[in-house]
């Protein structure tokens, strides 16, 4: 009898688990049991206690049933809270003030209310997510190089707001022979061919599921352009142009004031702000980055600085990748003596973290 007690038991914990597991039944007839992750209307993450995560296409969906309340994004923006259900090809939600029902196929997005609150309430040192890249050359022999690379970027992005932070340095120098020179003279001279270091962040807060506002500062120090510092404080408005799990694109616009600091001279600077941002997913292992500002001057026509950044990250593994970074910077109006242009070519190692 008690063999048959512990065997009745049992079937009623896996019943009771089975019933307050999320289901979720496919059009082909398949039926599959756990806790539904999230969802962005093409594609739903559900956590199974044998398979892991598992993703499901949207369209392939015939109904859901959740066990715990989900925050549900609905086809006119809004959003509902509760417990799901779908019928006649409409998902139902429970909520505290009634029932909302939305077409299943327009749904935008869904995910465990628990999450959902954690992602708004979240501190400041949550959810950061990010890598940093190290690249490092070296020669000896007729010629003498050294070159050493280094960048850090890091986001931490909520359904409300996203943080980013970056900062990156280059050195460079050669050793090379003085032709024709005879000792006690040098017989060599060292000469710095690369000395940058830069940084800054972005924060921006979503007006809408498209709109959103920015400030951003940025710091860059160029030893062979003579720039001491430059500070970059701007502010205004962007729009998310793409938005899919593979390609995303930011438009931004606004105004900055910018402070100058070379060897010669100092200037402060009123300036537009007008940018792109662009990611995308080269297959499965590479990610592109690519950046593009130009900043007009407002106190005189036709001055200008416009930069450049291209990068590509190619997964090895979990944490480690190798990158690959292109930039451009331009001044139009540089001190007497100095290029326009600097032109920044790294790759490295990449060590990503929180993905």
């Known amino acids: 009898m008690r063999l048959v007690r512990m065997f009745v038991t049992f079937t009623l914990l896996c019943s009771s688990y089975g019933a307050l597991a999320d289901q979720v039944s496919l059009k082909n007839g398949d039926r599959v049991s756990g806790t539904v992750t999230k969802s962005d209307g093409k594609t739903l993450v559900l956590h199974t206690a044998d398979a892991g995560d598992i993703t499901i296409n949207w369209p392939a969906i015939q109904s859901i049933k959740s066990d715990k309340p989900l925050h549900v994004e609905l086809p006119d923006g809004k959003t509902a809270v509760g417990v799901v259900t779908t019928s006649d090809d409409q998902l139902r939600v429970s ?119 920015f400030v951003a500062a940025d710091f860059f120090a160029d030893a062979l352009q003579s720039l001491n510092l430059r500070s970059v404080f701007s502010g205004g408005l962007g729009y998310h142009a793409i938005q899919k799990d593979n390609t995303t694109l930011d438009l931004l616009g606004g105004l900055n004031y910018t402070h100058e600091s070379y060897d010669t001279l100092s200037r402060n600077l009123a300036a537009l702000t007008l940018g792109e941002e662009l990611m995308h997913k080269l297959g499965k292992s590479t990610i592109l980055n690519q950046r593009l500002y130009l900043f007009p001057d407002l106190n005189s026509a036709g001055d200008f600085r416009g930069t450049f950044d291209l990068a590509t990250v190619t997964k090895i593994n979990k944490r480690f990748g190798w990158q690959n970074s292109f930039s451009d910077i331009y001044v139009s109006n540089p001190p007497t003596g100095k290029r326009q242009n600097d032109v920044i070519l790294t790759t490295g190692l990449n060590v990503s973290f929180g993905q």
């Open 95 to 213: 909520t505290s003030s009634g029932q909302v029902a939305a077409p299943l196929s327009g749904v935008k997005g869904l995910m465990q209310e628990a999450d959902y609150e954690k992602t708004i309430h979240a501190s400041l040192l949550q959810d950061w997510k990010g890598g940093a890249n190290a690249g490092f050359s070296l020669t000896r022999g007729n010629s003498e190089t050294s070159n050493l690379a280094l960048s850090f970027l890091a986001t931490r992005q909520t359904v409300r707001d996203k943080l980013g932070l970056y900062a990156n340095s280059v050195f460079a120098r050669s050793t090379a022979a003085i032709p024709g020179a005879v000792p006690p003279a040098p017989l060599t001279a060292t000469t710095t061919t690369a000395n940058t270091a830069g940084g800054g962040f972005r924060y921006d807060r979503n007006l809408d599921s498209r709109l959103f506002a």
